[in-house]
């Protein structure tokens, strides 16, 4: 099973403001679901539970320690720990971790693959994505979309895979 984040942050790193997203892109959403369709997502409870939530329409595995879990959104199933969730995703090819901070930052040491967008701006909010250490990841992928009508940021779309270790 290949790991991987999905996640779109302002160059302060800031993901959201009040569990909502602090910007509207709709071009930056048709490229999530361009790159998410088919696959698997992996979140904890805040973000499954968020107004701007994302939710495969193939399977959406959630992290709480909840004894039973309202999910609402399905299909979905719930995990109790990290564990129990890799054992129910163990026959998936990808899966993506789309939050919150928490499992970024236990699962960022261990994905293969980042889908990193990046707005470029510094954006007030109360919840950012962790420090990442780009030397350590190879950019594959990168496209620029500027601001426009449509858009108040401009942003990046961007794929990383881990480097190789010398």
Request: charged residues 20%; proline residues 7%; negative net charge.
């Amino acid at each position: 099973m290949q790991l991987a984040i999905s996640a779109a942050m302002s160059e302060n790193r800031c993901i959201g403001r009040n569990n909502h997203l602090p910007w509207k892109l709709p071009d930056e959403w048709a490229y999530f679901r361009s790159i998410s369709k088919g696959k698997a997502f992996l979140m904890g409870r805040k973000s499954y539970e968020s107004v701007d939530g994302l939710y495969s329409t193939y399977r959406n595995i959630v992290i709480s320690r909840h004894p039973n879990l309202p999910l609402p959104h399905q299909p979905a199933e719930q995990a109790h720990s990290l564990d129990e969730a890799f054992h129910l995703l163990n026959q998936e090819k990808e899966v993506l971790v789309l939050g919150g901070v928490s499992l970024f930052e236990e699962l960022l040491p261990k994905v293969d693959k980042l889908y990193l967008s990046i707005i470029h701006a510094d954006i007030e909010g109360d919840v950012f994505f962790p420090e990442v250490d780009f030397s350590e990841w190879k950019c594959t992928f990168s496209q620029y979309h500027p601001a426009d009508e449509q858009h108040a940021y401009a942003f990046s779309m961007n794929q990383y895979v881990r480097a190789p270790k010398p």
